[in-house]
């Protein structure tokens, strides 16, 4: 005995239509869902500041200028840091290590510190990469000792 409407349709087949818009409404929601977080809801946890602390802006970081002078050759004629001349390569390592108070192997203010090349333009390559080389790092007893990672090269202004 199956049950019919007065109007003699069976009831089962008014279901697959429904079923049908259900799934399209799923469809529909699970596409314009966002998962991402709002903007702005980072979640930051900010120390409370202190009613009259300056100390809360952090320093500025070392910058030391070093200017490589090529002769006509392309050959090293002079090394400057800063104002000051600098005799050789050795040297200038030397000064940096005490600009970024390197005390034997344990850099303090290497991670702040930068370092801009300015190099003339003939000079050789091997005199601006042994410049790299001698304020990046060096090497104590086996192991290397990082003193620079920042350092960029500016051209050297023509007056």
């Given at each position: 005995m199956r049950y019919e409407d007065r109007d003699g349709n069976d009831p089962d087949a008014k279901m697959t239509p429904m079923i049908d818009v259900v799934f399209l409404l799923l469809i529909f929601f699970l596409l314009t869902f966002q998962i991402i977080a709002p903007e702005g809801d980072l979640r930051i946890h900010m120390p409370q500041a202190a009613a009259e602390t300056i100390d809360a802006i952090p320093p500025a970081p070392l910058l030391i200028r070093i200017t490589l002078q090529a002769d006509r050759q392309g050959e090293l004629a002079a090394i400057h840091m800063g104002e000051?001349?600098?005799?050789?390569?050795?040297?200038?390592?030397?000064?940096?290590?005490?600009?970024?108070?390197?005390?034997?192997?344990?850099?303090?203010?290497?991670?702040?510190?930068?370092?801009?090349?300015?190099?003339?333009?003939?000079?050789?390559?091997?005199?601006?990469?042994?410049?790299?080389?001698?304020?990046?790092?060096?090497?104590?007893?086996?192991?290397?000792?990082?003193?620079?990672?920042?350092?960029?090269f500016t051209p050297k202004s023509e007056i």
């Amino acid at each position: 005995m199956r049950y019919e409407d007065r109007d003699g349709n069976d009831p089962d087949a008014k279901m697959t239509p429904m079923i049908d818009v259900v799934f399209l409404l799923l469809i529909f929601f699970l596409l314009t869902f966002q998962i991402i977080a709002p903007e702005g809801d980072l979640r930051i946890h900010m120390p409370q500041a202190a009613a009259e602390t300056i100390d809360a802006i952090p320093p500025a970081p070392l910058l030391i200028r070093i200017t490589l002078q090529a002769d006509r050759q392309g050959e090293l004629a002079a090394i400057h840091m800063g104002e000051r001349k600098v005799a050789d390569f050795d040297q200038l390592r030397r000064e940096v290590r005490r600009l970024v108070n390197d005390d034997h192997g344990h850099a303090s203010t290497a991670a702040g510190a930068e370092v801009e090349l300015q190099c003339d333009r003939n000079l050789r390559f091997e005199h601006t990469m042994h410049a790299v080389t001698s304020v990046s790092g060096y090497v104590d007893r086996h192991r290397i000792v990082p003193l620079v990672e920042k350092i960029r090269f500016t051209p050297k202004s023509e007056i």
